[in-house]
């Protein structure tokens, strides 16, 4: 795992190298073992490009990037694993190809000039790179499947700039980037980021995922985002219930193998839930020897604790264990950093319980971490979209089974039928019904009036289109197609996108690799070419064939769990102890043109904090918003 920045420039100037210097100390967490500078000048052009290494494979200076290819025609720059790089690079030895190195980047870079784009379906792992092809006059940036590896850049005036985080890309364009309004307002009333190419500043974009973007280096001209990549809900694999559960526990086993290919010490996140109790399990599969290193965040309230479910699992697969607490005052001390960390405002406080856990394997000496971030979009997790699943039955006229469904649904003692029922009958309506039943039912709700409160008028038409918008994008009639949505980072305030953000910013915070053995591509395309009844069971049993395949596993009394919290901090008691300070965070509200500068003052008393029914979420994300803009305002992101 690493950090990269560039930039293409039509001005030859020494202040490009200086501000590319700078870019790489935004990024020395990602990559702490060593950085490199590489300046390539042609007729009308100068190309920098930058890197920051944290040593994982092949640990050798002679691993360093930027790497070139062995007539100088190809440069890359690369942050990630290609698990499969063994593999891939026997098949490019069958070509002659020679290697002088033995870790995945030189692999990369072959497999780039054997096959170019096509490579890319060929690869198995998280990756972003950036590669010059100096014959072509081109540099093409490049997304992994999911985009886990994140990727943004810019064009301003006659530089196009390009870095793996939003403060390097700030520090290497040498000006202010401005924060976009539109992506605030839109975070603070709906929850909703990370839902686009468009981030929280005006200027910069993201690469999606799956994509890859093309820069000629003459002109600057730029592709449009290209997909590489595009996975389909459609029904390919049309087998019995028992067959596909082994080919799955197959695929899986073999996936995790690959992905504790490393030259350092690794370890697991072990929440105590199905998903990182598989990946343990998978890691002792077979090894029975070997020291397995998990690290859980434990909460001290013992409504929400997860750390019987944590200590049932680690004794069963004999881990070494290392459990961490967070005291009610971290959060408020560490806030500016977990901010400049995550580069951009977040949902939740759940995502401040992951930072101190990757802070604790940092401080313990292990450098790659398996995580169980995707198994809830492949398998159909969380609450197992009841919506899509029960319309699906409906759209099919299969009536009995759809209320066979809802009745079973009803069972589980956290689910509410009258929710359930609401929401089907929303699914329903019209957008324009949707937002103005919405609109009517806020009128009676205090919390969910109180942004609206302190919003700049000037701002407030603007609520509706975003959340008209939200419902265009959210209409999905089918378990399959939401999980696609999610997958493809087209669902807005529910895609994988953010959390695998949280993830990679968290980890790279304190210099530690975070995998994600379900996001493989092969086991993704073979799930979701399944039969949909084999997802979610007729007795609404979220991720069936999962559960189906880790038996024998994975202990008995994790699979039969219905009750998953995961990392979920108390948000509220938090907030609560912590008023005075979020006080004074908030003060800085006047100051940001989405809310209005008059009543900005009365933003704590609108939020009603040191009330029993406040809002956490919604306070959280208006302190974390605020503070944010100050930050940045402040030259800190």
């Not at 309230?301 to 005291?327: A, G, P, R, Y």
């Not at 029960?390 to 759209?395: H, K, Y």
């Not at 919390?447 to 999905?476: D, E, Q, V």
């Not at 807005?492 to 591509?521: I, T």
């Amino acid at each position: 795992m690493c950090g990269l920045a560039g930039f293409i420039s039509l001005q030859d100037s020494p202040i490009n190298k200086k501000r590319l210097e700078n870019s790489l100390h935004h990024l020395k967490n990602r990559g702490p073992n060593g950085q490199r500078i590489e300046i390539y000048n042609s007729v009308k052009t100068e190309v920098g490009l930058g890197h920051t290494r944290l040593s994982v494979l092949d640990l050798r200076s002679t691993a360093s990037q930027p790497m070139s290819s062995f007539d100088d025609n190809f440069t890359i720059v690369f942050n990630g694993e290609i698990y499969n790089y063994l593999e891939l690079r026997s098949d490019l030895e069958k070509l002659n190809f020679i290697f002088k190195t033995n870790g995945d980047t030189e692999v990369l870079l072959n497999a780039w000039i054997a096959w170019g784009e096509d490579a890319l379906v060929r690869l198995n792992g998280m990756f972003s790179f950036a590669v010059l092809d100096r014959k072509k006059k081109k540099l093409t940036l490049v997304r992994d499947h999911f985009g886990i590896k994140p990727m943004y850049y810019t064009k301003i005036d006659k530089t196009f700039y390009f870095a793996s985080t939003l403060p390097a890309l700030n520090a290497l364009t040498g000006r202010q980037l401005n924060p976009c309004m539109n992506s605030g307002l839109n975070y603070v009333i709906n929850g909703i980021y990370d839902s686009g190419e468009t981030t929280f500043f005006k200027e910069a974009k993201q690469l999606l995922p799956a994509s890859l973007l093309n820069i000629d280096l003459d002109t600057l001209n730029q592709s449009s985002q290209i997909k590489w990549w595009d996975p389909s809900c459609k029904l390919k694999y049309n087998i019995s219930f028992k067959d596909a559960a082994e080919i799955i526990r197959k695929k899986f086993i073999q996936n995790v193998k690959l992905n504790l290919r490393s030259d350092v010490k690794y370890g697991a996140a072990l929440s105590g839930g199905i998903d990182s109790s598989a990946i343990v399990a998978a890691m002792r599969h077979d090894d029975i020897k070997s020291d397995i290193f998990s690290f859980s965040y434990i909460s001290e309230n013992k409504d929400i604790s997860e750390e019987n479910w944590i200590d049932l699992v680690s004794k069963n697969k004999n881990t070494d264990s290392t459990k961490i607490f967070i005291q009610e005052n971290d959060l408020i001390t560490k806030l500016d950093d977990l901010i400049i960390a995550q580069g951009e405002p977040f949902a939740s406080s759940g995502v401040f319980a992951q930072y101190e856990v990757y802070k604790e394997v940092q401080e313990c000496g292990v450098t790659v971490i398996l995580d169980g971030q995707g198994a809830d979009e492949i398998f159909c997790g969380y609450h197992g979209y009841p919506i899509p699943r029960i319309r699906s039955l409906l759209s099919k006229f299969n009536f009995i089974k759809a209320f066979i469904f809802i009745n079973n649904w009803r069972k589980n003692s956290q689910r509410s039928l009258p929710v359930l029922l609401k929401e089907l009958f929303s699914s329903y309506l019209p957008r324009p019904f949707k937002s103005l039943l919405k609109n009517m039912l806020n009128r009676h709700n205090k919390s969910s009036r109180a942004p609206y409160k302190f919003i700049n008028k000037s701002y407030l038409g603007k609520i509706n289109t975003l959340n008209n918008y939200s419902y265009k994008n959210n209409n999905y009639i089918s378990p399959k197609r939401q999980l696609v949505g999610a997958l493809k980072n087209a669902l807005l305030g529910d895609g994988l996108a953010k959390l695998l953000r949280h993830g990679d910013r968290n980890s790279m915070r304190w210099s530690v690799e975070s995998r994600v053995p379900f996001l493989n591509p092969d086991l993704v395309e073979f799930v979701l070419g399944l039969p949909e009844e084999h997802l979610i069971s007729s007795d609404a049993v979220t991720k069936h064939v999962f559960r189906e395949a880790m038996k024998g596993l994975v202990p008995d009394q994790i699979l039969n769990r219905q009750d998953k919290i995961g990392f979920e901090p108390p948000e509220k008691s938090w907030l609560i102890e912590n008023s005075t300070a979020v006080a004074q965070v908030l003060s800085y509200a006047h100051n940001i043109p989405i809310f209005d500068h008059d009543t900005a003052s009365s933003v704590m008393q609108d939020l009603n904090i040191e009330g029993s029914g406040f809002d956490s979420r919604l306070v959280w994300r208006v302190m974390n918003y605020v503070r944010w803009f100050e930050l940045n305002a402040n030259g800190k992101i």
